[in-house]
């Protein structure tokens, strides 16, 4: 069976140093087998979550997509950026989304309950985006999610990277790609016989 990652980023722009990151995480998981789906959550142009607006509306055309793509994976690969010691607003609102309820359907919290996830991040910080991770790995549990015990959390991260966007320091690399492939492990031992 091969193992399905979603991967995404809390950044909205495009080459941040977390989507830097992601990437080299991700090639961790596709150097064991894994199929790496990338996403960026820009994409889906989720409206800042209201409860009226969904009574109104129902859910928007991007929040029945990230439902579709979450219950299609088995296994999250996260970079979370921090902001004022959080996820981003552009993290957070599109699991608040995806967790709503879909009409005619399973609650949206089922379409993360057989997930798992590893989390990394990037700061020019000395605390690397760790607060960020703590943060988020609390609205994951609420959300049913198995949290993979390795991360990796990168500081100085504005030094980090070279002009191709290549990690310059070849250990961290390693503990980064490290990140992707214990997430693509832990997910296959998780994931259910017939997925």
């Not at 989720?46 to 009226?52: A, E, F, N, S, T």
């Given at each position: 069976?091969t ?6 980023s809390g950044s909205?722009r ?8 992601l ?8 150097a ?30 991007g929040?029945?997509r990230l439902?579709?793509?979450l219950?299609?994976?088995h296994?999250l ?9 959080g996820?981003?607003?552009?993290l ?16 949206g919290?089922g379409?993360f309950?057989?997930?798992?996830a590893a989390?990394v ?7 690397a ?15 049913g ?34 990140v992707g492939?214990?997430?693509v ?8 016989a017939n997925?």
């Open positions: 069976m193992i399905k990652i979603l991967a995404f909205s495009r080459g941040s140093l977390n989507q830097q990151l990437e080299v995480a991700a090639a961790g998981a596709r064991v087998g894994a199929d790496v789906t990338m996403l960026r959550l820009a994409d889906l142009q989720l409206p800042l979550y209201d409860g009226d607006l969904e009574v109104a509306d129902g859910l928007p055309p929040a029945l439902q579709r793509l219950t299609s994976h296994a690969l996260i970079a979370t950026p921090e902001h004022n010691g996820p981003t607003a552009l957070k609102n599109a699991l608040d989304w995806a967790s709503r309820p879909a009409a005619q359907a399973r609650p919290s379409a309950a057989h997930l798992s989390m991040s990037a700061s020019p910080g000395l605390l985006g760790i607060r960020s991770q703590v943060s988020l790995q609390i609205v994951l549990n609420k959300l999610v198995a949290i993979v015990p390795a991360s990796f959390a990168l500081p100085a991260a504005h030094q980090a990277f070279d002009e191709r966007g290549a990690l310059k320091d070849a250990g961290v690399e390693k503990a980064v790609r490290a492939s214990a997430l492990l832990a997910a296959g031992r998780d994931a259910p997925s």
